[in-house]
């Protein structure tokens, strides 16, 4: 079994028929994924890839019956592109782009209260089920089918740790890319939550790095899971007030370094990887195999 | 995007937040002329991007024209932090009888804008919040309605301020609030605001942040952004498209995504290196990309050798490789790459640079490992020659 996705959801791309949209489409056809169509205004009554095209998100739920959306929509109408997602009742809403302002995500988060999705990213990766498909825009070939939970907030390093893991033979229930954002839909402590829930996942990795305290955060709640945690931290030699790359990067003041991070976690009792290479032993190790 | 308290002032002003009149000057000339028309005595301020230009000398005071003239030449050109002084705002002084502090700030916690105010001003608001955090008032916005009169008197009451500063202060505060939302800031603040001997209330100092990601939409504001002095580096890499950061070692470091090149670093300094740099090339780089990358790392005249970490997915690796190749002859002779490329491409990337006498790294740790031992033995060559 898996989180947030299985083989049963059936997902739309809002802004499928944009360049970026319409490469990972055909990408998550290939990795198995149900895509029933996609939206982008102006668009509606077209086709792409043999799939219907609409111009609401609203039209298209109840055309296709879509739970699931993954948004592809440029930065500044992103934002309203998330909104529009949950207004129509996506179970999920997947938001891969980078650089929304961040006001934008302040409205978004405001709507979100009374208009509930379980918002994933923005200016994240999305999701993957091994053996089920993707949401998103993670390399598929790097998974294994596995009862190892990944959550992680970037892309690049995901796919690093879950092909170290999948060559040491460990295989994974599900990843999620939770986003670089200083605001973001779900946090770590949310996917614990919901790994700590599935019946089929028996540890999780969690990667983290500067900036915020969502580490902090998922660190007290995996002192009370059932299943083991093993934690890494990325950004160990950035300095104070300098952005990673990540909008959410970031040391500022006395919150988010590196070092506050691994300590929290192992005050936890989880063990934190030095390095990358360390992560599958570690998880290994946790699981007693 | 940071901006000067001249410019965050002229954001106020349009909000109707009363400011005192300024003018900028870049000469000692200038600053006198201005000095004659204010009429004295008059504040000369360094306009330079950090904070404690007090504690610097970069505030002083002319009593007469001529004493504007000499105060403005010693702030000229004068170093604060690591930067020069190019500009000065010349405001007349004005009889401050207290200060105190408004600010609008995003909270990452709250995911919205949080305001604070405090009756104690004009000093580091976050040493107020350590040692005395009973004097801070703070207020979560709503941004569907964005701060209301009467949360901004309610707040005002609180922190304890008269009765005028109630009344004229949360007009400011509204009127700060909205400027902070519709200018896309991530700062805003007023401090001082000013409580004069003849009861006027005003923003003796502001500073305003502006959001990155929303200078597409704010194109004034985006076009008064200015080189940084300290990281003229940085500045440029931002208008080539790049996402670079300097930092103070000697190997550069190249990768996509920013969680890679994040951990890239860390891998870098384990191995016994200090980064130079952090620069994400994103996703899908084509070669002419990773030319460009290089050569713009080389420029920082730290830099001793160059790793590249990419993980192949949407980026491949002949590409990346022949970015590499073609960026090599353009490169300082001899400076060492080590490369390592995973995933899309990998074998054709590997055999170009092969050709190319270029070092591989097997993996993010064997390519630190390498990179860092090819600048020491190389330093270990120039030291014995």
């Known amino acids: 079994m898996s989180i947030l996705y299985d083989k049963t959801s059936r997902v739309i791309v809002q802004g499928m028929t944009g360049r970026e949209g319409l490469y990972h489409t055909k ?62 009742g996506m179970a999920v809403t997947v938001c891969i782009t980078e650089g929304i302002p961040t006001n934008d995500m302040t409205r978004v988060a405001a709507y979100l209260k009374e208009h509930p999705t379980r918002l994933i990213g923005p200016n994240c990766p999305g999701l993957a089920t091994p053996g089920q498909g993707k949401v998103g825009i993670m390399p598929y070939h790097i998974f294994k089918e596995g009862d190892v939970g990944f959550v992680s907030r970037s892309g690049t390093l995901t796919y690093e740790v879950v092909a170290l893991l999948t060559q040491a033979g460990i295989g994974q229930s599900s990843c999620i890319g939770i986003g670089g954002d200083p605001i973001i839909g779900t946090t770590f402590l949310d996917c614990l939550r919901l790994f700590e829930a599935d019946p089929n996942t028996a540890a999780v990795v969690m990667c983290g790095e500067i900036g915020g305290s969502d580490e902090e955060d998922a660190a007290a709640y995996a002192a009370t899971m059932s299943k083991p945690v093993i934690g890494f931290i990325s950004g160990r030699t950035a300095p104070p007030g300098k952005r990673m790359g990540h909008a959410g990067a970031i040391v500022s003041g006395k919150t988010g370094s590196a070092q506050g991070k691994v300590e929290a976690l192992q005050a936890a009792h989880v063990p934190v990887a030095e390095t990358i290479f360390d992560i599958p032993s570690l998880v290994k190790q946790a699981l007693g195999r | ?89 010349v405001v007349p002084k004005i009889a401050i009888k207290e200060e105190y502090y408004l600010g609008v700030v995003f909270d ?87 409580l004069t001997e003849d009861g006027q209330v005003l923003a003796a100092d502001a500073k305003i942040l502006i959001d990155d990601n929303a200078l597409v939409r704010q194109k004034e504001y985006a076009g008064w952004a200015e080189p940084e002095e300290a990281n003229p580096l940085e500045f440029e890499a931002k208008a080539e498209g790049l996402t670079y950061v300097k930092l103070d070692g000697d190997v550069g470091i190249i990768g996509n995504g920013a969680g890679l090149v994040m951990t890239t670093l860390d891998m870098v300094a384990r191995a016994g290196g200090k980064p130079a740099n952090f620069l994400d090339i994103g996703g899908g780089a084509k070669a002419e990309v990773m030319r460009k990358a290089l050569l713009f790392v080389a420029r920082d005249p730290q830099v001793k050798g160059i790793v590249v970490n990419i993980f192949g997915g949407i980026t491949r690796g002949e590409e990346v490789a022949k970015g590499i190749i073609m960026a090599q002859s353009e490169l300082p002779a001899g400076m060492p790459i080590v490369a390592r490329l995973s995933g899309t491409g990998e074998a054709e990337g590997r055999a170009l640079l092969a050709d190319a006498g270029l070092t591989w790294g097997a993996d993010m740790r064997d390519a630190a490992q390498k990179i860092v031992a090819e600048i020491n033995a190389k330093e270990a060559a120039g030291g014995a020659q």
């Open chain 1, 27 to 88: 990408n998550m056809l290939a990795s198995g994924t149900q895509v029933v169509g996609g939206v982008t205004p102006g668009k509606g009554g077209t086709e792409v890839e043999g799939l219907p095209v609409f111009d609401t998100v609203a039209e298209a739920k109840a055309k296709t019956g879509a739970d699931v959306s993954c948004i592809f929509v440029p930065p500044l109408g992103a934002a309203d592109a998330i909104m529009e997602a949950a207004h129509a």
């Open chain 2, 1 to 89: 995007m940071k901006i000067h308290e001249y410019q965050a002032k002229e954001i106020l002003r349009r909000y109707g937040v009363p400011v005192q009149p300024g003018k900028i000057a870049t000469t000692p000339d200038q600053t006198e002329a201005i000095a004659r028309e204010f009429g004295v005595p008059v504040v000369i301020k360094a306009q330079v991007y950090v904070g404690g230009r007090g504690k610097a000398g970069g505030i002083q005071f002319g009593d007469t024209p001529e004493q504007a003239r000499e105060a403005a030449a010693r702030v000229l050109g004068m170093d604060i932090k690591g930067l020069t002084v190019e500009k000065v705002l």
């Open chain 2, 108 to 194: 990452r916690a709250s995911q919205a804008p949080v305001v604070i105010v405090s009756a104690a001003g004009g000093i580091d608001i976050e040493e107020v919040a350590e040692k005395e955090p009973e004097k801070i008032i703070r207020h979560v916005v709503d941004v569907r309605w964005g701060l209301l009169p009467l949360d901004a008197r309610n707040m005002l009451a609180q922190a304890g301020v008269p009765s005028v500063v109630v009344a004229k202060g949360s007009a400011i505060l509204t009127a700060l609030t909205r400027a902070y939302m519709e200018s896309d800031a991530t700062l805003a603040e007023i401090n001082p605001l000013a």
